[in-house]
């Protein structure tokens, strides 16, 4: 109730810029927040939950999805994240590896160095900015999914130099959820006989989110973060 | 003199492909390679040092390069290297960050997915492949030169996904040079204050390779490989 109140009497709500908040992860992040938070979306699809929507053409190359951007972004955003990703499996010897290569650059590798850039601009003194990796990329080598490993691992480093801040604030944060496999039907699907007991839903992780974003046990700057479902959701420091 | 009639009474020269064997690095080793191995250079321009060119356009993508060198490779190759490379200075928040990203995907990360692609068919069985990466971005993160970072991080995680030989055989050698600044003519303009005294020449890393492909102090491989120049060029583990 005293949140409530506290957010009713607030003047203006804290922001939110989601890129690819269409997506299982993002999608979840904007039902989350949108009670108490101003969201934007930046993605191929609108998500009706948003307040407001920046709808990019995948035919497009980052530099108009980011004049897109500029048209619509105003002010300052106390949240930047990008939520965007994709999988794909294959190896160094499948005939359309460079076609996989861009594609996975399409949508993990464009999006992070978007939402960073963006930051530069956008992101309040002590905003937090959040990019998209993989915990099975940060502990393995991936040759079975080489275009995703080498994709996902650009994603650490783009985190790892924003975190260097040098074109942000002593205060920004930069963190990197490492998620592992997320609990959403499309991968209990493709992976049946997997234990799904243990994978952590994306609505579990936006609540995370969403307590760093109300200033509640906000990761450190640099880090790398994943969950760990047991009785409840905790955050594990990489 | 013995090596010589060894060369000229063998029926088949041992065989190179590389590359980017137009740049510094890569003309280099087929100044090196060309007396006693056989050339074959992918490059944008031609190298008339070569035996054999494959003249590629950077407007056309990596398939098409692809399906113009498999018109020309014939058997198998004893070194297939990458030797392509470029570098730009800009961070995060420069209005150019993604055209950088792309070109730096075009110079360096596109080339070593290639010649890994290429090894998986045109490697012998105990050939040696070796990608170009950096040994600034091995050792540290740079924000100031975003794109290029991010790019050459993607080249030593290809070197890693490749040296766990899924794809290739036991006795295959990935190797991923990490060299500091070469001591080249636009480097030394470029960098003019800089001590050039303990830069090492391209033409001395290509007598390096010249010894591995020969069979003399062959890196393990999944190595990175950098070079100091004291009086005499070694080689050192990272």
């Known amino acids: 109730m005293a949140r409530f109140l506290r957010f009713w009497l607030s003047p203006s709500p804290q922001r939110a810029l989601v890129i690819g908040g269409s997506g299982s992860l993002g999608s979840s992040v904007i039902s989350v927040f949108k009670n108490h938070w101003e969201t934007t979306n930046l993605d191929f699809i609108e998500n009706k939950e948003a307040n407001y929507n920046i709808v990019v053409s995948p035919a497009d190359d980052t530099e108009k999805h980011l004049a897109q951007a500029n048209e619509v972004l105003k002010g300052k955003y106390d949240m930047i994240l990008s939520t965007a990703g994709g999988w794909c499996q294959g190896d160094i010897e499948s005939a359309n590896v460079f076609s996989q290569v861009e594609m996975m650059m399409r949508n993990n590798v464009y999006p992070s160095v978007l939402a960073g850039h963006l930051a530069t601009k956008y ?116």
Chains 1, 2 share one sequence.
């Open 123 to 238: 992101a309040t003194e002590t905003g937090i900015i959040v990019l998209s990796g993989s915990l099975l990329v940060f502990k393995e080598n991936t040759p079975s999914m080489l275009a995703y490993g080498i994709c996902k691992t650009m994603v650490h480093n783009i985190a790892l130099n924003l975190s260097t801040k040098q074109n942000l604030t002593s205060e920004n944060r930069i963190i990197c959820l490492v998620p592992d496999i997320l609990n959403t039907e499309v991968n209990r699907e493709s992976m049946p006989s997997a234990d799904h007991t243990k994978w952590v839903s994306p609505m579990k992780i936006a609540e995370k989110l969403y307590e760093w974003g109300d200033g509640k046990n906000v990761p450190e700057n640099g880090s790398f973060i994943t969950f760990k479902l047991d009785k409840d959701v905790t955050i594990e420091y990489m």
